[in-house]
């Protein structure tokens, strides 16, 4: 069956250290691969998409690499801030039967400590 | 621009009663979703639309029914509520490119409580 995996316990980081999330896969042959970022209380929010062709992808603070042939992508976040702590969510395209969706890792809490 | 959203934010219901869950979405993005999370299980699919009149199954649907006359609407339906339904809901949408959806836009949630 189809596993998405994310490190099920949180992850504390220093502020102004690098954190990284791991999210691995199995049964899986996406396209594209989404990280996505929650607050408690509030809906998931789009971060970043890479896709299978792409080994990595950068936005200000964050990096996302994307290895096929092993299953697994990490997300970074350089320089983390407090404003960072959030759980991170991975997520893979799905072909249904009439048409596409994305199914999501259970995701990983981050906490950024001063 | 309101974007997508939900409502109710907040509902109690009991067991058996049928429940309708309301998402409204002013991009008029062709995908639609909805997901209902739960403690130890993370975001779980319930149904997706392609586009309206086209609906199709996800991992949970078993006890929902969904459907969609018009792009900008995606309402779920819990037509005899369970306890087990009791969750946080999410809606979302997105655009089709490409041939694929992408990016996810997820509205505020709802609370459903079933004593």
């Known amino acids: 069956s189809q596993k998405i995996e994310q490190n099920s316990e949180a992850l504390n980081i220093q502020e102004g250290k690098t954190a990284t999330l791991t999210c691995n896969y199995t049964?899986?042959?996406?396209?594209?691969l989404q990280w996505y970022r929650q607050d408690p209380g509030r809906g998931p929010v789009f971060l970043l998409l890479?896709?299978?062709?792409?080994k990595e992808k950068r936005k200000e603070r964050l990096k996302v690499t994307f290895d096929t042939t092993l299953k697994q992508s990490l997300f970074h976040i350089t320089a983390s801030q407090p404003a960072d702590s959030a759980t991170y969510l991975c997520a893979l395209d799905i072909t249904g039967s009439r048409g596409y969706a994305l199914n999501f890792g259970k995701g990983t809490s981050l906490l950024v400590t001063p | 621009d309101a974007g997508i959203t939900q409502s109710p934010r907040y509902k109690i219901t009991e067991t058996g009663r049928q429940v309708t869950l309301m998402c409204h979405q002013t991009w008029s993005h062709s995908y639609m979703f909805w997901y209902r999370q739960d403690l130890g299980h993370g975001l779980r699919l319930i149904y997706y639309?392609?586009?309206?009149?086209?609906?199709d199954k996800g991992e949970v649907s078993d006890g929902y029914v969904v459907s969609r006359s018009k792009t900008e609407n995606f309402p779920l339906t819990l037509e005899s509520a369970t306890r087990s339904q009791t969750s946080v809901y999410f809606c979302a949408s997105s655009e089709q490119l490409a041939g694929l959806q992408e990016t996810q836009y997820f509205g505020p949630g709802t609370r459903l409580l079933v004593l």
């Open positions: 049964n899986y042959s996406p396209a594209y």
């Open positions: 890479i896709r299978e062709n792409e």
């Open positions: 639309s392609a586009a309206a009149d086209i609906t």
